[in-house]
T-cell receptor
Framework: KAGVTQTPRYLIKTRGQQVTLSCSPI?????VSWYQQTPGQGLQFLFE???????NKGNFPGRFSGRQFSNSRSEMNVSTLELGDSALYLC???????????FGPGTRLLVL | AQTVTQSQPEMSVQEAETVTLSCTYD???????LFWYKQPPSRQMILVIR??????QNATENRFSVNFQKAAKSFSLKISDSQLGDAAMYFC???????????FGTGTSLTVIP
């Protein structure tokens, strides 16, 4: 089975722009979670989607949003980018809530 | 909210030796799951081992084993016969059985010395 894939792998944006990141879960996995990873803060949970519905949400501003499609693919959007949004964004999928998460390789976002 | 603490930002071990990474967590729940994930320099996060809180027996996966002390809320990872490929950032994670959300520690960077 193919693993979790994320596109793009690297991205450079400037302050004020917006960005959309994509995540394709492992086939059959219905849950997709997003995390922001920075050297100082570690992994911080952004949100989780299951069957196209947001089930959990972390403590991030409204500039961070997401959605999930009927094929379980998920997108994350960050509007009005700030320098502090520079991070590795990780996506993880699992079959259901009772299962283990499997991570993608991440998208490294650099905001200049 | 649950918190996960990894008090060792960096650790090093000689090749073929044994190293133990520490993790403590804070929760009022009785049912939960604990994980150790490994993130090599390539950045792909990989599951190392998983422990169900209701199981008293410590989980083992080849050279990796855990010491789960539920009362002390401690979940350490032991790596035996360390190999160069074990060099990575290791994250301890807690998953609530109720909300099902994952909580991660800040990670321990493990260096393996040849």
């Amino acid at each position: 089975k193919a693993g979790v894939t994320q596109t793009p792998r690297y991205l450079i944006k400037t302050r004020g722009q917006q960005v959309t990141l994509s995540c394709s879960p492992i086939s059959g996995h219905r849950s997709v979670s997003w995390y922001q990873q920075t050297p100082g803060q570690g992994l911080q949970f952004l949100f989780e989607y299951f069957s196209e519905t947001q089930r959990n949400k972390g403590n991030f501003p409204g500039r961070f949003s997401g959605r999930q499609f009927s094929n379980s693919r998920s997108e994350m959007n960050v509007s009005t980018l700030e320098l502090g949004d520079s991070a590795l964004y990780l996506c993880a999928s699992r079959i259901g809530f009772q299962e283990t998460q499997y991570f993608g390789p991440g998208t490294r976002l650099l905001v200049l | 909210a649950q918190t996960v603490t990894q008090s060792q930002p960096e650790m090093s071990v000689q090749e073929a030796e044994t190293v133990t990474l520490s993790c403590t967590y804070d929760t009022s729940e009785s049912d939960y799951y604990l994980f150790w994930y490994k993130q090599p320099p390539s950045r792909q996060m990989i599951l190392v081992i998983r422990q169900e809180a209701y199981k008293q027996q410590n989980a083992t996966e080849n050279r990796f084993s855990v010491n789960f002390q539920k009362a002390a809320k401690s979940f350490s990872l032991k790596i035996s016969d360390s190999q160069l490929g074990d060099a990575a950032m290791y994250f301890c994670a807690y998953r609530s059985a109720v909300g099902n959300q994952f909580y991660f520690g800040t990670g321990t960077s493990l260096t393996v010395i040849p």
